[in-house]
């Protein structure tokens, strides 16, 4: 499986955008639908860091506290894709994206529970 994120761009604080996140078909048809998936993001001079995360049926997802409440992670296990909605956005979310697919079908909160990674995609948000 190859990843590739997509869906980043610049925007003013209060705004929204979704991302998306899908196999970039380059591996033969392996899917990751069986697999939990997660959204991770890293800022300028600062570790990688826990966004949000699902499970391989979409029922489970957790969030970090810094974005509980305004994102919202889903998944459409028919195109093999995961998505990020990211509402009302904060200069602070800054960063560059990084979509993940889990080791196991659960969810997962820490980097070392993933096995593949997308190529990131960057979120600018002004004030």
């Known amino acids: 499986v190859q990843l590739q994120a997509s869906g980043g761009g610049m925007v003013q604080a209060g705004a929204f955008l979704r991302l998306s996140c899908a196999d970039s078909g380059r591996t033969g048809g392996r899917t990751f639908s069986n697999n939990g998936m997660g959204w991770f993001r890293q800022a300028p001079g600062k570790e990688r860091e826990f966004v949000a995360t699902i499970d391989w049926r979409g029922s489970n997802t957790q969030y970090a506290d810094s974005v509980r409440g305004r994102f919202t992670i889903s998944r459409d296990r028919t195109k093999n894709a995961v998505y990020l909605q990211m509402d009302n956005l904060k200069p602070e979310d800054t960063a560059v994206y990084y979509c993940?697919?889990?080791?196991?079908?659960?969810?997962?909160?820490?980097?070392?529970?993933?096995?593949?990674w997308g190529q990131g995609t960057l979120v600018t948000v002004s004030s």
């Open positions: 993940a697919v889990a080791l196991r079908a659960g969810p997962a909160t820490n980097s070392y529970g993933y096995k593949t």
